[in-house]
């Protein structure tokens, strides 16, 4: 895996991303295979990972309320 600045902060991040928006009640509900393609992309390298609080109203952040 190849990595990046993080423009000036000095943070490197892998060059790919996992998007979490597909996580969740908005698209895939099984929280067990989430879990493994998160797992999956760690031990590929990756260590950029898109989530947002507006993804599947929250789900995908890894927030519950």
């Known amino acids: 895996m190849r ?8 943070v490197q991040v ?7 928006m597909s996580f969740g009640s908005d698209g895939n509900t099984d929280e067990r295979e989430c879990i493994s393609i998160i797992h999956d992309a760690l031990d590929c390298g990756i260590n950029f ?3 947002a609080d507006t993804y599947s109203h929250g789900e995908a952040g890894g927030h519950r309320g």
């Open 3 to 10: 990595y990046r600045y993080l423009g000036r902060t000095g």
């Open 49 to 51: 990972i898109d989530t």
């Open 14 to 20: 892998s060059e790919y991303m996992l998007g979490t």
